[in-house]
């Protein structure tokens, strides 16, 4: 079963316009969230963290915004640019046992169009 | 510093073949993990080390697959005998902070295709 889940393989947007990517996790266990970006034939790349006593953190252009009463976070990017064309990989930890390991979606490739 | 380095790159065997997968962490990291990334999966998490002692493998597929880390600057994942269904890009990864909020770095990743 997965935990964490990105429900849109897919998304496609016009340069200059907002991306909105989704993601929701069942385990309540987990309160660190972070996105990754991939870049074709390159392994995944830090891209934006929360920690789940924060709703909303900011760098640059994205924009990661938590609500942990529905178990869902979003980033946010704005203004879209071609380079942001890849594929971005939600992905979320948790305290204990499971703290050390990262437990990611299944991907949600973005095309930003010029 | 240079990066998670992972070898080789590409590799193309038959079904029955072993495949030894190779990764050096970057250095001063003493955690080391090994994913694997499919279409139907994403990135899965298959076995993660800490200071060269494995800590959780509950995600290696089945007794075909083995990951050995003899010190802290080289790891191995195996799978023996490989299947088709083993085609994937295993990725090892490496950090330093524990408690799951450390960045993971990640290497170019290996594309295995067994025929």
């Known amino acids: 079963d997965q935990q964490v889940k990105q429900n849109s393989p897919s998304l496609s947007v016009q340069e200059g316009r907002i991306s909105i990517l989704n993601c929701d996790y069942t385990?309540?266990?987990?309160?660190?969230f972070l996105w990754y970006k991939k870049y074709p034939a390159e392994g995944p790349t830090f891209l934006i963290s929360?920690?789940?006593?924060?709703d909303k953190n900011e760098d640059g252009r994205f924009t990661v915004f938590l609500n942990k009463s529905a178990k869902h976070l979003s980033l946010h990017i704005v203004p879209s640019q071609p380079g942001d064309s890849a594929v971005y990989f939600c992905a979320a930890s948790g305290w204990g046992a499971a703290g050390n390991k990262l437990t990611f979606g299944g991907g949600t490739r973005v095309l930003v169009k010029p | 510093d240079a990066g998670v380095i992972q070898s080789p790159r590409h590799e193309v065997t038959e079904m029955g073949q072993e495949v030894t997968l190779r990764c050096k962490p970057i250095s001063g990291h003493d955690y080391l993990f090994w994913y694997r990334q499919t279409m139907m999966r994403g990135l899965e998490l298959l076995i993660y080390f800490n200071n060269n002692v494995p800590i959780d493998d509950s995600g290696m597929p089945e007794d075909r697959f083995s990951a050995k880390m003899p010190n802290a600057s080289f790891s191995t994942l195996k799978i023996q005998p490989s299947e088709p269904r083993d085609s994937a890009v295993y990725f090892c990864?490496?950090?330093?902070?524990?408690?799951?909020?450390?960045?993971?770095?990640f290497g170019e990743g290996s594309r295995l295709t067994v025929l």
């Open positions: 990864a490496s950090t330093l902070l524990a408690g799951g909020t450390g960045e993971l770095f």
């Open positions: 385990n309540s266990m987990f309160d660190y």
């Open positions: 929360i920690s789940s006593i924060k």
